[in-house]
């Protein structure tokens, strides 16, 4: 998954662990609207996968919910400070 793809696509391979959102891979995002429209989809996601309710008993589904929540949190504080230490507006 590239980082050229949509954004939605991006956000959901960071959910799932197929792509590491690092200082390096926001260069290309460098733009507040870019910027801003990927923290639009992060939230939109997590609110996703917030909403998913599974039994108790129920493992693997829960702990697979908590990686994507993991991920997308910190994607979505990579995004805040790079774009805090680029004086970005978000």
Same mark, same amino acid.
């Given at each position: 998954?590239?980082?050229?793809?949509?954004?939605?696509?991006?956000?959901?391979?960071?959910?799932?662990?197929?792509?590491?959102?690092?200082?390096?891979?926001? +260069?290309?995002?460098?733009?507040?609207?870019? %910027?801003?429209?990927?923290?639009?989809? #992060?939230?939109?996601?997590?609110?996703?996968? @917030?909403?998913?309710?599974?039994?108790?008993?129920?493992?693997?589904?829960?702990? +697979?919910?908590?990686?994507?929540?993991?991920? %997308?949190?910190?994607?979505?504080?990579? #995004?805040?400070?790079?774009?805090?230490?680029? @004086?970005?507006?978000?």
């Amino acid at each position: 998954m590239g980082i050229g793809s949509s954004p939605k696509e991006v956000v959901k391979a960071i959910g799932d662990g197929y792509f590491m959102m690092t200082v390096t891979t926001l +260069k290309p995002w460098g733009t507040a609207e870019k %910027l801003h429209l990927l923290l639009q989809e #992060i939230m939109i996601l997590e609110r996703t996968f @917030r909403n998913e309710i599974f039994p108790e008993d129920d493992y693997d589904g829960n702990r +697979k919910k908590h990686f994507r929540l993991g991920n %997308l949190r910190k994607a979505r504080m990579v #995004i805040e400070s790079f774009a805090k230490s680029r @004086r970005i507006q978000m």
